[in-house]
Antibody
Framework: QVQLQESGPGLVKPSQTLSLTCTVS??????????WSWVRQPAGKGLEWIGR???????NYNPSLKSRVTISVDTSKNQFSLKLSSVTAADTAVYYC???????????????WGQGTLVTVSS | QSGLTQPASVSGSPGQSITISCTGT?????????VSWYQQHPGKAPKLMIY???KRPSGVSIRFSGSKSGNTASLTISGLQAEDEADYYC??????????FGGGTKLTVL
């Protein structure tokens, strides 16, 4: 059974960089035909897709966050990471990591999720 | 890239059926069948309920079904049960392999 676990600071100061790591267990992060993704959810609000990375290195970002986001993979640690720069209070949210699996011939869907981690942006 | 439009809330009594709509544009929902639906209970991670607009993953109750017409996708839950009370989100592929979520719908089982 694949499991994902987010980790990182729960409090980040405005203008600084938010850094989170997702540790994958139960499978290799290098498994084919999967994407490793980040999704966030401000308190009481809806889900927002941040971006994803394929094990080949292909990356897609939310256009509204693209200038501030970096997603990377560390295969040696079976982890992938999120960096979000120049954060403001609007970036306060629960951040989820997720694994997208190819359920049909041409599309991937969020099948496995981490439990989520709250990141608060405040001085 | 604007979010998909969902009703803020829907409600129904046990045993009844409800439908949640998800409206997008010709650039996302309307351009393909790559729409999915997620159920989220309070404090929990989302769970995939429907993918490719109409397909159910293994283990998801047959009471959950999906459909799509034009720029609008729909999730129908039949035979409502108390455990179905949750937030539901639609999600669609958008341009350049990106994703866009709906604003979410709170389902209340009366």
């Amino acid at each position: 059974q694949v499991q994902l676990q987010e980790s990182g600071p729960g409090l980040v100061k405005p203008s600084q960089t938010l850094s989170l790591t997702c540790t994958v267990s139960g499978d290799s992060i290098s498994s084919g035909s999967v994407y490793w993704s980040w999704v966030r959810q401000p308190a009481g609000k809806g889900l927002e897709w941040i971006g994803r990375i394929y094990t080949s290195g292909s990356i897609n970002y939310n256009p509204s966050l693209k200038s501030r986001v970096t997603i990377s993979v560390d295969t040696s640690k079976n982890q992938f990471s999120l960096k979000l720069s120049s954060v403001t209070a609007a970036d306060t949210a629960v951040y989820y990591c997720a694994r997208e699996e190819k359920l049909t011939g041409t599309s991937w869907y969020f099948v496995y999720w981490g439990q989520g981690t709250l990141v608060t942006v405040s001085s | 890239q604007s979010g998909l439009t969902q009703p803020a809330s829907v409600s129904g009594s046990p045993g009844q059926s409800i439908t949640i709509s998800c409206t997008g544009t010709s650039s996302d929902v309307g351009s393909h069948n790559l729409v999915s639906w997620y159920q989220q209970h309070p404090g929990k991670a989302p769970k995939l309920m429907i993918y490719e607009a109409t397909k159910r993953p293994s283990g998801v109750s047959i009471r959950f079904s999906g459909s799509k017409s034009g720029n609008t996708a729909s999730l129908t839950i039949s035979g409502l049960q108390a455990e179905d009370e949750a937030d539901y989100y639609c999600c669609s592929y958008a341009t350049s392999s990106t994703r866009v979520f709906g604003g979410g719908t709170k389902l209340t089982v009366l």
